[in-house]
């Protein structure tokens, strides 16, 4: 039987695993880490980890941001 993990606001993924949820490429989440706009920390190997709320966060936001262009007509 399948057990199912409700998704906890200080879960890290991977920018791979970021980028599914905002909808971009793995590069541009690093690019958006890069310029402040997504918060993350790196592990002593150097990846860069987010963590879910924050990711959920920037979502949501960039929905938003696109729903409003969408209603003035860009």
Known sequence: MATHKS???DDLMTASDAGRII???ADMVRL???G???AFMSTIRGVRL????DVDAL???RARKKRA???RGR
């Open 36 to 38: 402040g706009k997504l």
């Open 69 to 71: 262009a969408a209603g």
């Open 23 to 25: 909808g971009v490429s």
């Open 7 to 9: 998704a906890d606001p």
């Open 59 to 61: 979502a949501t936001h």
């Open 32 to 34: 958006l880490a890069r």
């Open 50 to 53: 987010f963590r879910r709320a």
